[in-house]
């Protein structure tokens, strides 16, 4: 785990996916993001069970370190190695 101050990142469990589907559906939100649909639950676990096996895709999610809770969802997206670029992505779910 990645520590700064209050706060970390640790690699995305599959336990975290009901909030990251909470704040993926949230409409004020998910404005601001690729994808603009809905995601079910099983679609999100497809989606989860994808990008840990695919070495273009490194997402975590943010955790308060003093309560342990998850707050966001950070990462890089679309990452093309050998012309070394890709994309960043982060969010703040938590109000």
């Known amino acids: 785990m990645v520590k700064l101050d209050n706060l970390g990142i640790r690699a995305i469990e599959i336990e975290d996916l009901t909030i990251i589907q909470k704040w993926r559906n949230n409409q004020d939100l998910r404005q601001y993001f690729r994808e603009y649909r809905e995601f079910s639950y099983t679609q999100l676990k497809n989606w989860y069970f994808n990008?840990?096996?695919?070495?273009?895709?490194?997402?975590?999610?943010?955790?308060?370190?003093?309560?342990?809770?998850?707050?966001?969802?950070?990462?890089?997206?679309?990452?093309?190695?050998?012309?070394?670029?890709?994309?960043?992505?982060?969010?703040?779910?938590?109000?």
Do not use: C
């Not at 975590?60 to 960043?88: C, K, M």
């Open 51 to 95: 990008m840990i096996d695919d070495n273009r895709f490194e997402m975590f999610v943010i955790q308060d370190l003093n309560s342990n809770e998850v707050i966001g969802v950070t990462g890089i997206t679309y990452i093309d190695w050998p012309n070394r670029h890709a994309d960043v992505h982060f969010y703040i779910g938590k109000n």
